[in-house]
Structures are given as structure tokens and as C-alpha cells.
């Protein structure tokens, strides 16, 4: 953990005002995003001239199959522009020949095979290149009635698109002239608009979903064009980064703010694809220790056995404990304390990072033999790649998993790792977006081999250990039982605050690092952009809750940001997402008794809804200060206040939940936690 210097990415409603009104539209929703039956049987549609129309679920697609755009017809009778053209135009298209679900054509200038077809209820499209070269497309965004974008970025945005605020420059917390690289710097492989005009939210009743399975390679930029944001995917052809094949795959969806991220759920299962947290406490038991826990990186007499005790006395009842990998890490006699209190404890390390062991600055990044610098990844001019902080380099995952049969290098790391008795493990990178393609001699490999084999060792440890992660991206979901990091919504504003020392706080004095514990007061513009609630929306828990448990970024522990504690614990607590802390003893003396009692209430919670998946995401109120989710089948409700007026009986700053068997609400005011 403390070998890292944290990186730049690369990486009106109406009201529900019921349990049963959220259900159903719920159910609804759950209906428009998940359902797939009977939408194959007229699946190769109809084509006359350049016009190719393709039934999906919820109306008609129409393919101008002389410049990809896209069109549709909703079963209401709705227009709806789904992209624009190619931007830069494709050239004159080849003939168009049909297929059993659709059709394909060519491109012939732009060397490009086009194949589109109906598939589950999606319009899905494929461009297959000869050659090296780009395609602008698709261009979302233009249709006159598109009301709000939502944007994977962590957790989830949905921003109206004439909001002033993100009509603005990056500089100032905006997206306007932003370039995303889907692969790394998005949580989920999509994006989505909802329609104005229609029903409640800022949908309108309809909207549309776009996947990019073919995520390597694919950027995303951002514009405000008229004060209105649009987004235009670009996709580069590059055979030796294997990526010379494209795909999108649109949906119509009913215009929630969450329906991209359902569309994206249902695409997973589909394809055996979504993880299980059910499963992986059936082959790894310890992993149900995840249920109720809060997670915590713990400093000084906060890691010894007594620190332990001190959590149990407090009332806690289930933890997550990391510790970073330093000299004096949690010992065997604190670890048997921790297991006892029935808690999760385990280690930070990093299979990404070498240094020379001479000069190494970070246990994680000393490795026998000639692994640095032999392992290093290397560009195409033949240098490393710069490692964390620019400390020594990347090391190659394909070097690894070459050697490992004979070596063990990494069975030899993780067993010395958990000598002292740990169950869990966090290993930082693997599941982020931050790939590389590897030019070095004897383990060249693409983004998409780094994936993969980060993925095969990341299996291996899961099998008997708790396996956390970095800012997991969806991918990675079925390997990791825990992620830090995509339940914060990324802004480039913080990694430059993250580098200034004197306002964030360095990694001194060892036993309670400023980075970790000094307080800091984030400027207006990152607030808005990270926290404010109006714009924030589930989409990772949509696709993923049930699969994993989310939490935010560790150096961006609860107490860190103290003006945004109780929006925090209110998103936590709406989300069914632990809180995150760092502890040292003192620490745990002054804010322990608060700590306990938010993981009370939390704790019931989510070891009812942790399993479950989110159904629902409502706005109450048209400001947006009210909001509700239901996880499962009404296994868990729950309605969060960021307002400072009463709404319906609930206080502003004030969250209630009601689990299935509760007569009542519970509820919570985090201003007025304590012990």
C-alpha cells in the first residue's frame, strides 16, 4: 500500500413513495433490461436499399449501412437517434449480403467488414479491419431529446446534459473535451442516455444502452456541443495489439438512470460471465466473513492483538483488517486474535512492481534472483516501463506465469505473505484497468494477454484465500470477492491534490502516515464532481452487486474527508457498500466508538442484501435529495435523505432501511453516530 504513489488514470423524479411502488417498477425494469425471450424468432429483420431494420426488445433498429447510423423505433411509437454517422465518413460501402441474423457489407477504403445482426434483444455490431486505422463511431449523444448521460466512472454518474457544471472543462471538475479510455479509466464497459419527454427522473421513458465487449483499445471523448454533452466511442485497429476487432452492442431500455448497467448484468449472465458471492462462500467459506464487515487498514497498537480486542469491545462484530507489507506487519498472535473476533485479516501486496533489492524502497518490489530487471515490461524502444511512482518498472504478468512453473515465484510470495495465519489478501493492480502491452524479449505479450494473466493468478489465490483487489474492473468480478476503489467516482482533480504532500499528507511518521490519517478538505469542484449525490448513481452496484463488495479508494478512508461524512455513509448505507477506515490506536480510541456503531447498523443489513442483486434505483424527490434502492426481491429497502428538509418523515442527513421481516424502518442519522 505505502509503495504506491497514487496513478492518473490511463486510468426531476416523481415520487415512489412506497415499498410496493418501488417494487413494481422495479419488477418492470427488471423486465425491460433482463428479459430475452422471443425476441429471436424475426431476428434477420428486413432490408431495402440502405436501410437495414433489426427487431430487439422494446422496438426496431435501423442501420444506415452507408454510414452506421443508427436509428429506432420504440414499441410506443418513439424515434430515437442512436448514433450518428461515422465520423470522418467510412467511404462507399461494398454490397450488403444477409445473414441468419441481420446482414454484413464492407468498407472498402477504410479496409472494414461490417457484420449487424439481432442478438438477445440487441442491436449488435461488429467491424472486423485488414488493416491498421481508426473509426469514429458510434456518436451518441445528438438525438435533440437525450436528457441525461450516465458514465461508469467507479461507482456511477448520471448528469443531465445541459448541467453547466460538467458542460465545463476538465480543470474545473467538467467532461467537456475529456478523452476516457474505456479498458481503464471506466468501472463498467458502457455508457447510456435516457430520453426526455416521458416519465419521471431524468429519463423520459425510454433510452439506450451501449456495450463495448472489444473494451482494449475503444476511447470514449466527451464534448459539450451547444451546451449539450455528447459522447463519441473511437476504436483503434492494431493488429499487433490484437485489436483489429470491434463491437458495440446497443439496447432501448425504459430511460433509468441505472438501465445501462442492468442491460450490462443481464449481458453478463448471458454469457456465464457474472460472478457469485453465494458460489464463492460455497468454495471458500471465509469469504461470508465479508457480509456485515467494514474494512479497515490498520496502523501501530491498532495491528497487535490487543488493538483487536479493542474492535471486539467496541461492539464490532465483523471486520476486513489489511496491513501494508513494511516491517512490522500484523503478527500471528494479532492475526489468531483477529480470526477469533471472526474477523477477515490479510496483507497488501503487489505482484506489479520490481526494484532493484539494493536500493528497493518497498518490500513488495524486492524479488530473487534476476527477476528485476528481467522481468521488466518493456516498451518498443526497448526501455521499462516506469513502476509505481516511476520507481523501478512494471513487471510483466506473461514473465510470471512462464516462470512460475518451475520457479514459484509467486506461490513462494503469497505463502511467505500469509505465513502468519492470514485469510485474506489484497493485491493491488491486478484487476485495475492499468494494462500494457510487453515488448520485452521472451514474454512479449498484448493488453488482453496481461488481462488474462492476471486473471489465471488471481484464480489460483481465490481458491483459499479472501481476494481483493484495486478498482476492479468488470472482468475481474468472478476472481475477486472484494474491491477497493470503484465505489469512488474518479476526477483527475484528485490524483493532482494526491501528489501535493504538504496539503494530502506523505507516507510519514511510519505508524500513522499523513496520506492515510491528516484530514484535507477537498476543493469545491472535486466535491461536486466525486460526491455531490444529485449526480451519483449505482451503476457498478446495479451490474455487480451480489458478485463482489465494492468499497472506496483506502487512502480515501472515512475520516479523510470529513465534510463529506455523511453523504459517505448515506451512499454506503443506500448502496449496501462498506465504509472504508485507516486506524492506528489513537485513531481507534477518538473515532472507535463511532466506527461501531455505523457497522451496527450496516452489519444486518448487509449480511441480508449482500448476496442479493440491486433491483431498483429511484429518485423521490425532484431535486434529486431523496433516494431509494430495493435489493432482491424486497429483501432490503432503503431510502437516504441527502436533503436538509424532511421528506415523507425522514430527516435530512437521516437513512432508513427496512429489511422483509422488519415492522419497522431502522434508521440512522450519521452526524449522530456514536458509541
Known amino acids: 500500500m505505502t509503495s504506491e504513489v497514487p496513478q492518473s488514470p490511463k486510468a426531476t423524479g416523481r415520487s415512489r413513495t412506497t415499498a410496493t411502488r418501488v417494487l413494481a417498477a422495479s419488477l418492470a425494469l427488471t423486465a425491460t433490461t433482463f428479459g430475452v425471450a422471443g425476441c429471436d424468432s424475426a431476428a434477420a429483420g428486413t432490408l431495402e436499399g440502405s436501410r437495414l431494420e433489426l427487431p430487439v426488445r422494446g422496438g426496431t433498429a435501423v442501420v444506415d449501412t452507408a454510414s452506421l447510423a443508427v436509428t429506432a423505433q420504440t414499441g410506443g411509437g418513439r424515434e430515437l437517434v442512436l448514433s450518428g454517422p461515422a465520423g470522418g465518413g467510412l467511404g462507399k460501402p461494398g454490397p450488403v449480403t444477409r ?10 477504403a477504410k479496409g472494414l467488414k461490417v457484420t449487424a445482426g439481432s442478438e438477445r434483444g440487441r442491436l449488435r455490431i461488429k467491424l472486423r479491419a485488414d488493416r491498421d486505422g481508426s473509426v469514429s463511431w458510434p456518436v451518441t449523444g445528438t438525438d435533440r431529446a437525450a436528457a441525461a448521460l450516465q458514465l461508469p466512472r467507479g461507482e456511477g454518474l448520471d448528469v443531465p446534459v445541459r448541467d453547466a457544471f460538467w458542460n465545463g472543462g476538465a480543470e474545473k471538475g467538467g467532461l467537456d473535451g475529456s478523452t476516457v479510455d474505456v479498458s481503464e479509466g471506466l468501472s463498467l464497459p458502457l455508457w447510456g442516455y ?7 427522473g431524468s429519463g423520459g421513458g425510454a433510452g439506450v444502452s451501449y456495450l463495448t465487449p472489444t473494451d482494449i483499445g475503444t476511447s470514449l471523448r466527451l464534448a459539450s456541443t451547444g451546451g449539450r454533452l455528447r459522447t463519441t466511442a473511437a476504436h483503434a485497429f492494431d493488429a499487433g495489439a490484437g485489436t483489429r476487432d470491434y463491437e458495440v452492442s446497443f439496447a432501448l431500455t425504459d430511460g433509468d438512470p441505472v438501465a445501462p448497467a442492468a442491460d450490462y448484468r443481464s449481458y453478463l449472465a448471458q454469457r456465464g460471465q457474472l460472478g457469485s458471492l453465494r458460489r464463492k462462500i460455497r468454495q471458500n467459506p471465509a469469504n461470508a466473513k465479508l457480509l456485515g464487515a467494514f474494512h479497515a487498514y490498520v496502523w501501530g497498537d491498532a495491528r497487535t492483538a490487543s488493538g483487536v480486542g479493542r474492535l471486539k469491545q467496541l461492539g464490532v462484530d465483523r471486520m476486513w483488517l489489511g496491513y501494508d507489507a513494511g516491517p512490522d506487519p500484523m503478527n500471528a498472535a494479532a492475526v489468531r486474535a483477529a480470526k477469533k473476533a471472526g474477523y477477515l485479516v490479510g496483507p497488501y501486496d503487489t505482484f506489479a512492481n520490481g526494484q532493484d533489492p539494493k536500493s528497493a524502497d518497498s518490500p513488495t518490489s524486492v524479488w530473487p534472483g534476476r527477476v528485476y530487471p528481467d522481468f521488466c515490461i518493456r516498451k518498443a524502444d526497448g526501455s521499462p516501463e516506469g513502476g509505481f511512482g516511476d520507481r523501478g518498472c512494471y513487471l510483466s504478468s506473461r514473465a510470471f506465469e512462464r516462470a512460475e512453473p518451475r520457479k514459484h515465484y509467486l506461490a513462494d510470495r503469497t505463502r511467505s505473505m500469509v505465513a502468519n495465519g492470514a485469510d485474506s489478501y489484497f493485491l493491488d493492480v491486478d484487476a485495475t484497468g492499468v494494462l500494457f502491452r510487453d515488448h520485452g524479449k521472451g514474454h512479449e505479450m498484448t493488453k488482453a494477454d496481461d488481462r488474462a494473466m492476471r486473471l489465471a493468478r488471481m484464480r489460483r489465490l481465490s481458491k483459499n484465500l479472501v481476494l481483493g483487489s484495486e478498482s476492479a474492473q468488470a472482468w475481474a468480478n468472478q476472481v475477486v470477492a472484494y474491491d477497493h476503489g470503484s465505489g469512488t467516482v474518479d476526477a483527475d482533480g484528485l490524483w493532482k491534490l494526491e501528489r501535493d504532500r504538504k496539503t494530502w499528507g506523505g507516507y510519514f511518521p511510519e505508524k500513522a502516515p499523513g496520506a492515510f490519517f491528516k484530514p484535507v478538505k477537498l476543493p469545491a469542484e472535486l466535491a461536486t464532481a466525486m460526491y455531490d449525490p444529485k449526480y451519483r448513481v449505482p451503476l457498478y452496484e446495479t451490474a455487480l452487486h451480489g458478485s463482489l463488495v465494492n468499497a472506496e479508494r483506502w487512502e480515501l478512508s472515512y475520516e479523510k474527508l470529513p465534510a463529506q461524512k455523511t453523504t459517505r455513509a448515506l451512499l454506503a448505507m443506500l448502496y449496501n457498500t462498506p465504509l472504508n477506515y485507516v486506524l492506528d490506536g489513537p485513531a481507534l480510541e477518538k473515532k472507535g466508538p463511532e466506527m461501531a456503531a455505523l457497522q451496527k447498523y450496516f452489519s444486518p443489513l448487509h449480511r441480508a442484501a449482500g448476496t442479493e442483486r ?15 434502492t430495493v435489493f432482491g426481491d424486497g429483501t432490503l429497502t432503503v431510502t437516504a435523505n441527502f436533503g436538509s428538509r424532511a421528506h415523507d418523515g425522514l430527516p435530512g442527513g437521516c437513512v432508513d432501511a427496512k429489511l422483509r421481516t422488519d415492522q419497522q424502518p431502522r434508521r440512522l442519522c450519521p452526524a449522530r453516530a456514536n458509541g
Open 194 to 200: 435516457s430520453m426526455g419527454g416521458g416519465k419521471g
Open 99 to 108: 445473414t441468419g441474423d441481420g446482414a454484413s457489407w464492407s468498407y472498402p
Open 614 to 628: 440491486l433491483t431498483s434505483f429511484r429518485w423521490l424527490t425532484g431535486d434529486r435529495s431523496v433516494q431509494r
